[in-house]
């Protein structure tokens, strides 16, 4: 079965610092994966997707993902954290098996310290 | 383009009553997608349309559930005999048709309260 793990359920940084927010994969065929963020009360909104080519994609807001195929990974990564940030970051991947549903992990919260 | 839009935002309901949703997609997207939210949890997937066809169903969806896309453009998500467990933030989403690899773009939700 497609699914995704996102290992840590909250991951604190300081303003300013790097962040990684994780995703590890499983799938069979090639991955399609994709970054969410979801502010308080509100819908999803999409980040960013890998599909194939350069492993290092770029989306929205200064973030950035590397997909590393050997080790099944998908982490969300931004070189300077800002307040703002803080919000839930769901990792998704569309099934393959036959179907065009999104699979979601658990998410991770991410909080930002002035 | 003006996302997708879903009504209402928040509906509070006694237990037993039947609630529905309603979800307008981004134009000329041809699939749409609903799911379900618990607080602390990802997004669950419901079911999604193709035009107007319902191509799959989770299990999650009981026969107290039902959703239609009649004519191929907004949707409606009907719960019949509302339970407490079905208090949840009912996200409806859409994307284009063409592609393995298409965003799928979600609306604000509707927040469900059963009491």
């Known amino acids: 079965a497609q699914s995704v793990a996102q290992p840590e359920d909250q991951v604190n940084v300081a303003e300013g610092n790097p962040l990684t927010v994780k995703c590890t994969y499983s799938v069979s065929g090639n991955p399609y994966l994709f970054w969410y963020v979801q502010y308080p009360n509100r819908g999803l909104q999409f980040l960013l997707k890998?599909?194939?080519?350069?492993?290092l994609v770029k989306g929205s807001y200064g973030f950035e993902a590397e997909f590393n195929k050997s080790q099944t990974s998908f982490h969300l990564k931004k070189p300077s954290a800002l307040v703002s940030d803080s919000a839930l970051y769901f990792c998704?991947?569309?099934?393959?098996?036959?179907?065009?549903?999104?699979?979601f992990g658990t998410g991770t919260r991410l909080k930002v310290l002035a | 383009d003006t996302g997708v839009s879903q009504d209402p935002r928040h509906k509070i309901t006694k237990r037993g009553q039947n609630v529905t949703f309603r979800c307008d997609p981004i134009s000329e997207h041809n699939r749409l997608y609903w799911y379900r939210q618990t607080l602390g949890q990802g997004p669950e997937f419901l079911t999604y349309?193709?035009?107007?066809?319902?191509?799959?169903k989770s299990r999650l969806l009981s026969d107290r559930f039902s959703a239609e896309r009649p004519k191929g453009s907004f949707s409606t998500l009907e719960i019949q005999r509302t339970e407490q467990g079905d208090s949840a933030m009912y996200l409806c989403?859409?994307?284009?048709?063409?592609?393995?690899?298409?965003?799928?773009?979600f609306g604000e939700g509707s927040w469900l309260t059963v009491v």
């Open positions: 989403a859409s994307s284009p048709g063409q592609g393995l690899g298409n965003t799928i773009y």
């Open positions: 349309f193709q035009n107007e066809a319902q191509l799959e």
């Open positions: 998704a991947v569309r099934d393959t098996s036959g179907t065009y549903k999104y699979i």
């Open positions: 890998y599909i194939t080519g350069d492993n």
